[in-house]
């Protein structure tokens, strides 16, 4: 798979490795630099393991200020700059180059700020996901978005990339929890970007940070919406004879603006996975599941799923099974997010991402498996259905170089398909150097072209996650 | 008030007038380029009165291709274009200046398409904000974002101005439900943004055009969420006897978790101003009155009455009143939103838009009668409360010179304190020419000057609405 390809090396910084180094050494404290052949191994790559790079060095700051005397540096000598917050990128947004900088933020973990009033909480870039919600949660709230990695990957990486999650559907991805940043521009300038407030005048930038990839800035710090736990929240499984009915059912929810805290698909494939993996208490007897949560008190939630209920049965619902206890609750979406690593167990994979508008669904979902088949392969749908936001995971055998191609492949073309129903290449993963040339089936030269001129605004060199996002052809002069 | 200022016209521009009037009027069909003296007065100002010129011409093309051949044009010759939608502006934002053309979308008002499968309207700019939600109320929808002045304000200028409303606690601003636009940029090139999907790869444009207040192109299409009529709907009125124990009341209520669909905030005098105008039935022995919406089920309601009850309480709420009917409910709504109007027939006023942390609604209040007080002026205050969206209206006589000053210069004085408070600027009637110079005190020169190099890269000559949102001292040479 390396006809994708990275950016050629700089020889004039890779001439200068020593030098770089010696003066990192200078601007970082005692063990913040890595720079040994052994010691850079595991930065080579990230969650979407196609390919690995050993990086010139990985400086690892502890605070803004030496952030930003690293990309001061960088900056001054054209030294491309790769940021990494945890590296569970799935679209290779964290591998590195062999004449880049790596800047990890992953000493950078402390909660600054809790302020219950406002209902916000201010952490450094490196804070894990999981850690945010831990915080705050004797106090009764939790920060939403809740990626699969949520364990192990960073609010900065969280912010680069907009990451989602299963909880999503209600409360909005990256973009829609966060409200100010602090961030280091390229050339060492550090600017405060939102803040506790509604909105803030002029233009957004926040919002634009927020999915751009390591490509504008290095965030070091963020003040996120923490939300108040509901009273109580209880998963429901429905079980379908197909997917298409499962697809039509999830639309027909949210058309009748029903929207519950989550609606999460299986298909057989992922259902058989799981359960294997979870003892979840799936049912084994049907095409396609859609895990529904919803939440609020006893009669709201009973409410709510009056009108799902009825739903589903205008699709043919076969199972409806109500948790009947926190631990099963629990063991409902253990299954769920342990969904690529069960499958991991079983074959290597591909996860993509492509997002679809809801009355897509079922059509994407029936051209994805008419795809995969023509390849000679196997796929697994789990994915939030309630976005339409789609992941079907391409199995195939990493071993086996011609496997690997038809699963590159394959994925190709299934995100083709999803823009071509309306949708998008990523809804949460990011474009990385996974979908990069990709981008030229998204979006027009002049679509791209303005893209890359905001870009430009902020990184006129091109020095920061240069390999990434843009197809490597048509780039402006730098 | 003329000491804000525009930019100087250019000489070059107006001593070609003629010229290009009549190369616009080659662009355009028959009808839609004004240029008479008379028929340019009602372009000279919108609703922030203060300010007047009378531009070079108004071009009101019908087409995306016009709007292009326009831009294309102008731009060729760096001729200003002040993007104009109703007019409605309460910060100047399509105030024309004299060597400006003003590009005005009022003939392309068609609804494109509606698409309830997928919950969205695509519609032409020009569109009222309120002709949305009249197009699809019958089917049972409506668009979410309801500024007051939504019977005339377009979706191009809700666009540009991120517009907010009473209903936007819930459901968001308008950049939380606006899914694409179709734009034409300065160089006249057509560029798509967003689409029915979530998220995008690449660069967030379209949150970047959402309140970029006509600085970064001109949008003539655009494809906005629809949201399905709740079941029931109940306004409720809580009466205090301070402001700041209905501004705490307000902060506990969201800290507790509780998103009611609208939390509005009004003041004595600002009961008495839409209680006169309106017959709305608002209790007029209190100091401040919150008007709260629920929606829903009638459980779900009730549910969430009660617990708003229970925090109202503890704040000494002294009057409760439910609304018992739906003519009964229009009317606490009809007083609400008239209130801009209805203060107008009792004075001149300037409409502050500040926005604040929750925790500290009470403390800028306070601070807000202090300010006015010593300016020897009058004030009401009558706002998003949810949102922390304060509208001070600064009473004054228009026609005494000093009051007007002393108007501003307290005005001023109240932006500030919503700034140091952790605040912002504006919610939602965006930046315009009103606080233009107030930028500097809320951003730095390193975050003004990366959010002008990102607004150059969408327009290098900054001929799009130049006398606007960025301090005119201090900007890049063009």
């Known amino acids: 798979m390396e006809q994708i390809g990275f950016l050629p090396p700089k020889p004039a910084v890779l001439s200068r490795r020593r030098e770089i180094v010696g003066d990192l050494k200078d601007l970082l404290p005692e063990g913040c630099l890595v720079h040994?052949?052994?010691?850079?191994?595991?930065?080579e790559t990230d969650a979407f393991v196609s390919y690995r790079r050993a990086p010139l060095a990985v400086a690892l700051?502890?605070?803004t200020a030496q952030v930003a005397a690293v990309l001061k540096y960088c900056h001054r000598y054209g030294i491309p700059v790769v940021p990494r917050g945890a590296g569970t990128s799935l679209s290779g947004g964290a591998i590195p180059q062999e004449d880049a900088v790596?800047?990890?933020?992953?000493?950078?973990?402390?909660?600054?700020?809790?302020?219950?009033?406002n209902r916000t909480a201010t952490v450094q870039a490196g804070v894990t996901n999981l850690s945010i919600s831990d915080a705050v949660s004797a106090d009764g709230y939790f920060y939403a978005p809740d990626p699969?990695?949520?364990?192990?990957?960073t609010i900065g990486g969280n912010i680069a990339m907009n990451s989602g999650g299963a909880h999503c559907l209600k409360y909005g991805v990256t973009t829609n929890n966060l409200l100010g940043v602090k961030m280091v521009l390229v050339d060492g300038t550090v600017i405060e970007l939102g803040g506790k407030a509604l909105d803030a005048p002029?233009?957004?930038?926040?919002?634009?940070?927020?999915?751009?990839?390591?490509?504008l800035g290095v965030v070091t710090e963020a003040t996120v919406r923490l939300i108040a736990k509901p009273e109580g929240a209880r998963p429901v499984l429905?079980?379908?004879?197909s997917s298409e009915e499962a697809g039509a059912c999830v639309a027909d929810i949210i058309g009748a603006g029903i929207i519950p805290v989550a609606i999460e698909f299986m298909d057989k494939p992922a259902i058989e996975i799981c359960e294997a993996f979870a003892q979840a208490g799936y049912p084994m007897d049907v095409e396609a599941?859609?895990?529904?949560?919803v939440e609020g008190s006893e009669a709201e939630m009973d409410g709510m799923l009056q009108s799902i209920v009825e739903i589903a049965g205008r699709h043919g619902v076969k199972v409806v099974k109500?948790?009947?206890s926190a631990t099963q609750a629990a063991l409902i979406w253990r299954g769920r997010k342990s969904a690529f690593g069960a499958t991991g167990r079983i074959a290597d994979y591909i996860c993509m991402d492509g997002t679809v508008p809801l009355s897509q669904l079922s059509n994407v979902l029936r051209g994805t498996a008419e795809i995969v088949a023509r390849h000679g392969l196997r796929v697994a749908n789990v994915f939030h259905a309630g976005d339409g936001n789609m992941h079907p995971l391409i199995l195939f055998n990493a071993n086996d170089p011609e496997d690997a191609a038809r699963a590159e492949a394959a994925g190709n073309d299934i995100l083709k398909l999803c823009v071509d129903a309306g949708g998008c290449l990523t809804g949460e993963h990011g474009v990385g150097i996974e979908k990069r040339e990709l981008m030229r089936h998204q979006y027009t030269d002049a679509d791209l072209a303005q893209q890359m001129a905001v870009r430009a605004a902020f990184d006129p060199q091109w020095i920061l996650n240069p390999s990434k996002v843009f197809p490597l052809e048509g780039r402006p002069a730098v």
């Open 238 to 241: 429905f079980g379908f004879d």
């Open 36 to 43: 040994e052949p052994r010691s850079l191994v595991p930065f």
């Open 61 to 63: 700051p502890e605070t």
């Open 148 to 153: 699969s990695s949520q364990l192990a990957c």
């Open 322 to 324: 109500e948790s009947q």
């Open 289 to 293: 599941l859609l895990i529904v949560e």
């Open 202 to 215: 002029g233009l957004d930038l926040l919002g634009l940070v927020c999915g751009s990839e390591g490509q």
């Open 102 to 117: 790596v800047l990890g933020l992953s000493k950078m973990t402390r909660i600054l700020e809790v302020d219950y009033a």
